[in-house]
């Protein structure tokens, strides 16, 4: 096997691999919905995160 | 009924504190890495401007040439400027910024606090190690990735505490969507460990020398499929990441399109991958692989520009907020020049752009788009926007982030516009032939004198941007003074309906009776419950099944040379070579010539008897790593063998005084090279290491054992020829020892470069 084909084979194995993580992910982002509600998500980001009484931090 | 009316309202806020849990914000991990952030910066783009000097000439064409220090060669602080900024300034940022935005989007402290001053201290340890070793000259040569193997062990460590910490806390978040910034985050892990892994497989030939298992032709593939994905997953995703959660915060309105973004994220993951070839446009690699970089170069363009109109419309009708906001000014102009770099690189993709962008200065002016406005300028934005957050005050001074804005700014402009004239001016005279077809211009003193302005451009420019930087530091730390730490913000939030525990999860699936099929169904369904779990299966089993079916493969293809007459270096061409990498001679001087005729007529053409000078891949399979390079600020010398043969003693004046033969070059001297005698006592150890598994390069036993007197006998042969060249040069002294100098082996390293494919015997 000539040097240029196996280190295609190399590299292309490594890039599969990323590529099959991705699919992986991306059908888990589907099936577990995910993708259902897309207008939210945003807004809420933008909500900064109610304070809590300091009685209450002890909690935490 | 008013008495009625407030009992229910305490009944309600008792039961809206019942469902609430009381948690903490960790801001001190942030905090940390925000300051490391700016530190190290200031750091590497101090460096960057050193350098920047030194290209101006400082130390050979003016300024004292006492500046020649050994460890202060533009070789070795070319890779310590690189990695500050690509991995300590930048690294730093993106930790900083995953760690503040992360337990923000999943409502959740991060998972180990442990783990997060682990990677916080082991970042800054690597750091350190790098300041050290490279310009002591300990370094792999391959670019973005000098760092030797005990350092390398030690990233691949630190990242997984990294990309640990991220995944535990998304375990146990209490947001159930997993908004888009992440994804880039979990890219940006899987990624680079991938990058990191694959392109550091190296055998040590001792506690700091390693060589390279790729070898010439396969190792500039795997170098640049690392270099540009590096690009693409530590100074692009994570960025995004950033933008998509720190633009809209800063804007105070929602990201423009959220389906556009996830259709962002997903394009560049699919398709960043595939365009690394594109570094290596007519050289030997196989003209197929250089055509499928370019075709995924070019498709990249299209998400890249949907990604740049998302962050810039998420300002819709809060333009006016640009005006007096300091955070969104760095923002509008980072997102701008990301959408710049990335039309400039698939362009710069292109074969006919790409031979006249490839090894000039225009990479450089590229590259620097992208680092110091997309990436810098991202990071500046969210220093300012989250110091102030963290110590509950305001910026200290808006006039003086404004005042780094427009330095910063104006220093991109006159940095890269310098380097465009630079890459201009090289393409043109390197690419000109006169009317008979003779290369117009043969001298490449006369091309070099030519960018001594823009050059100087370049240092004014990275100036104003380090000055910048400074008054970064300043605004950052009296922010910091008038404020107060909030080392643990508390904060409450509604818990994540719970999944049952684990156990009990695997406990019902080991009680699943039936016939075998059905056993294996229930832990399958196991398997993808946790998502997380399969992807982490799924990749490291792909990655190490792949390297362990195809690495025998590349083994057996580097055994057999493929051109009969080239043979692997000798015992002291090989320690040439080795102080060749340690000097970084590689930082400026390209070891390919490519397949253009501009390249062979001005490279070797004259010398070849007949056949074209361009490198063959076959001439390559003995050099780990590969010395291709990938600027050419010096002439190419993969054919110096052949064109200085004739002048016997030049090597030697040149690396003196690169003056004596060279009259206005700005390399510097190495007198070191000609005051140390070359260490061999590791040399057999070397040689062992290259001629054992997986790399077996044809060294004899014979050779091994006597490496030291084969090199001597070679070293005593250099030295007579130096000897009678230069007796009666009144320029020059020639030490009574010298056949015991390192320069001895470099000029023999030197004299060996691409003589193997004509030779006779």
Known sequence: ?60 | MAEAASDAAVHHEEDHKAVLDTFSYDNRLPMWFAWATIIWGIVGMLVGVIIAVQMTGLGSTWGPKVLNQEWLGFGRLRPLHTNAVIFAFTGNAIFAGVYYALQRLLKARLWCDGLGWFHFWGWQLIIVAAAVTLPLGISTSKEYAELEWPIDIAIAAVWVAFGANMIGTIFKRRERHLYVAIWFFLATFLGIAMLHIVNSLAVPAGILKSYSVFAGQQDALVQWWYGHNAVAFFLTTPILGLMYYYLPKAAGRPVFSYRLSIVHFWSLVFIYIWAGPHHLLHTSLPVWAQAVGTVFSIILWAPSWGGMVNGLLTLRGAFDKVRTDPVLKFYVLSVTFYGMSTFEGPMMSLREVNALTHNTDWTIGHVHAGALGWVGFMCFGMLYWMIPKLYRTKLKSVPMADLHFWMASLGIVLYVISMYAAGAIQAAMWFKFDASGILAYPDWMAILRELVWPYIGRAVGGLLYLTGAVLCLWNLIATAKQGQPVEDETVQAPPLAREKPVHQVVGEAAAVKGNVFDRMTAFHSLVERWPFALIITASISLVIGGAFEIIPNLVQGSLTPRIETVKPYTPLELHGRDLYIREGCNSCHTQMVRTLRADTARFGDAHMGGVPAYTRAGEDIYDRPFLWGSKRTGPDLDREGLIKNNLPGWHYRHMLDPQLTSAGSIMPGYPHLYDYASDLSDLQARMSTLAGAPMYTPYSEAEITNAEALAAEQAAEVAGRLRKALSGNAEVTVPDDLEDKEIVAMIAYLERLGTDLTRED
């Open chain 1, 1 to 60: 096997m000539g040097d240029a084909v196996s280190i295609y084979l190399l590299v292309v194995a490594v890039g599969l691999g990323l590529f099959a993580v991705a699919i992986g992910g991306l059908v888990w982002l589907v099936r577990t919905g995910q993708l259902e509600d897309l207008d939210t998500p945003p807004l809420r980001m933008l909500h900064d995160d109610c304070p809590a009484t300091p009685k209450e931090s002890q909690h935490g």
